[in-house]
């Protein structure tokens, strides 16, 4: 057990750019969460899966952010057409169905800014 | 009303001083809640949770519940240097349906100061 793993770390792209970041979560976890966090700001829902069904999205995430589980395994988030606003914090999670009362566990996020 | 809300802060306590931090809630119907803590940079942490109303105490931390209230604060004893990091308050809260999340405050600053 590694824990959730994100990738990259850092992400520095040009406004207008295209990106995309990974989460690799805990294995067995049927649940994975994505977050965005900016500064000053607690972090915020974007959107979550079970197995590989998106369950819930929040209405933070426009139509240029997709996010996929292919096969209920790793995830993926991707940003199109960045814009500065999309500087942040993308932090993800995961859990066990029916666990989300013992806390939900992070991994250590990507940073992206976008100039 | 914002769903979880805390006092940003900052919060300035010094060395050996028992630092308070507070959060209220708005879904009565919430039953899990948890205080995480970040340092500059890095990604939230568990720290403490909690179900039940009144308090429960882990090491230096004792977190305090009243569903009543809709209140949760986090009380760190013989605060340390190394405890300077934002406190964030997180409630379990259902977004509608079967559909349940953690939804975050804002975090409060803490520094403890030598």
């Known amino acids: 057990d590694t824990g959730v793993s994100q990738d990259p770390r850092h992400k520095i792209t040009k406004r207008g750019q295209n990106v995309t970041f990974r989460c690799d979560p805990i294995s067995e976890h049927n649940r994975l969460y994505w977050y965005r966090q900016t500064l000053g700001q607690g972090p915020e829902f974007l959107t979550y899966f079970q197995n590989e069904a998106q369950l819930e999205k929040s209405r933070l995430l426009s139509d240029r952010f997709s996010a996929e589980r292919p096969k209920g395994s790793f995830s993926t988030l991707e940003i199109q057409r960045t814009e500065q606003g999309d500087s942040a914090m993308y932090l993800c999670a995961s859990i066990k169905k029916g666990t989300g009362d013992y806390g939900y566990t992070f991994g250590s996020g990507t940073r992206l800014t976008v100039v | ?114």
Do not use: H
Not at chain 2, 50 to 70: C, H, P, V
Not at chain 2, 72 to 83: A, E, K, M
């Open chain 2, 1 to 114: 009303q914002k769903e979880v809300e805390q006092n940003s802060g900052p919060l300035s306590v010094p060395e050996g001083a028992i630092a308070s931090l507070n959060c209220t809630y708005s879904d009565r119907g919430s039953q899990s809640f948890f205080w995480y803590r970040q340092y500059s940079g890095k990604s939230p942490e568990l720290i403490m949770s909690i179900y039940s109303n009144g308090d429960k105490e882990d090491g230096r931390f004792t977190a305090q519940l009243n569903k009543a209230s809709q209140y949760v604060s986090l009380l760190i004893r013989d605060s340390q240097p190394s405890d300077s990091a934002t406190y964030l308050c997180a409630v379990i809260i259902n977004s509608g349906g079967s559909n349940y999340k953690l939804t975050f405050g804002k975090g409060t600053l803490l520094t403890v100061n030598p």
